[in-house]
Nanobody
Framework: QVQLVESGGGLVQAGGSLRLSCAAS????????MGWFRQAPGKEREFVAS????????TYVDSVKGRFTISRDNAKNMVFLQMNSLKPEDTAVYYC????????????WGQGTQVTVSS
């Protein structure tokens, strides 16, 4: 198990940028795939981006490709989501998630951080 704490959310105008951070506890951080998900009001939680344990195998939902970048610093047990060219439809609570390399589902979740993009 890892404990996850997100930070970096806030209010930004359309076209602006934010960088979300996720601090993970635990000694086996490098054995976890890391992901970002989001949930907008009245909608189901959706996948945004993920990255393999070595920093490769990145995947993005189509709606954020070319605008968002996921990265990780295994030495600091951190995961980041750089969000550029933000749109009002990106408004949501963003969650950091982790799944152990042998698991198929994400089962470690942070508390979430609010991102609001004004038009």
């Amino acid at each position: 198990q890892v404990q996850l704490v997100e930070s970096g959310g806030g209010l930004v105008q359309a076209g602006g940028s934010l960088r979300l951070s996720c601090a993970a506890s635990g000694r086996t951080f490098t054995r976890y795939y890391m992901g970002w998900f989001r949930q907008a009001p009245g909608k189901e939680r959706e996948f945004v981006a993920s990255m393999g344990w070595s920093g490769g195998s990145t995947t993005y939902v189509d709606s954020v490709k070319g605008r968002f970048t996921i990265s990780r610093d295994n030495a600091k047990n951190m995961v980041f989501l750089q969000m550029n060219s933000l749109k009002p439809e990106d408004t949501a609570v963003y969650y950091c998630a982790a799944r152990y390399v042998t698991m198929t589902e994400y089962d470690n979740w942070g508390q979430g951080t609010q991102v609001t993009v004004s038009s």
